[in-house]
């Protein structure tokens, strides 16, 4: 859209993209990397964050010259007011929390927000652990489940964990908005939705109105 934008420019000089693969680096779980080494959702992630603030991404590469990724973000005039913290944002608990996502920082800067709260917190690095997890740990009562992952997916792990633990709250943590598939999930009986990223008020807020 027409107006004033902010542009910052990401550069490497790497081994560049031909075409075929700049066609599809922004495709959720697509990698050039080796079995292990890498998921493909960080650009997806990105790319969904950029459009969620009303923003564009480009590309710019060429095999052997490295690449220019483009980011415009809508301007503003206005001073950002710091918000109030509620006290909601405030209270912590001693419930115990699975904490599933198939980033290792993402689970540990998760987990030190909940533990400053009171939180005992488990965390579990992707979908099949967060399963076993729960068989192993019948006290669980909330889990902050993480919407893309490769090998078992959010859908395919929340639809497991309501077999095995019926009962036990489930929050989706996700960088895109809550629609589609998240949407979808919501209307089948998930619990909430948190959009990361996500500060420490967001999240114990959003942690202890469920719990």
């Given amino acids: 859209a027409p107006g004033r934008y902010v542009r910052l420019q990401v550069a490497d000089t790497g081994i560049g993209m031909d075409a075929a693969t700049r066609e599809r680096i922004f495709e959720p779980f697509f990698t050039t990397r080796e079995t292990g080494r ?8 990105a790319y969904g964050i950029v459009r969620n603030h009303g923003g564009v991404i480009a590309v710019a590469s060429a095999p052997g010259e490295g690449a220019v990724f483009t980011l415009h973000l809508p ?6 007011a710091r918000p109030a913290v509620p006290a909601s944002g405030t209270e912590g608990g ?28 488990l965390t579990a690095l992707g979908g099949v652990a967060a399963l076993e997890a729960l068989r192993e740990h019948p006290e ?6 993480d919407l ?24 989706l943590a996700s960088g895109f908005t809550p629609d589609g598939q998240a949407g979808e999930l919501l209307a089948r009986g998930c619990d909430g939705f948190i959009q990361k990223p996500f500060d420490l008020v967001t999240l114990t807020g959003k942690v202890r109105s469920l719990l």
């Fill in 75 to 80: 301007a503003t005039e206005e001073l950002a």
């Fill in 94 to 121: 001693r419930e115990t929390i699975l904490v599933v996502d198939d980033e290792e920082h993402l689970l540990q800067i998760c987990a030190r927000m909940l533990r400053k709260r009171g939180y005992r917190v």
């Fill in 140 to 145: 669980i009562a909330l889990v902050i489940l």
């Fill in 38 to 45: 890498g998921s493909g959702l960080g650009l997806a992630s």
């Fill in 148 to 171: 893309t992952m490769p090998e078992l997916s959010g859908a395919a792990t929340y639809d497991a964990i309501r077999g095995i633990a019926p009962t036990v709250k489930v929050l």
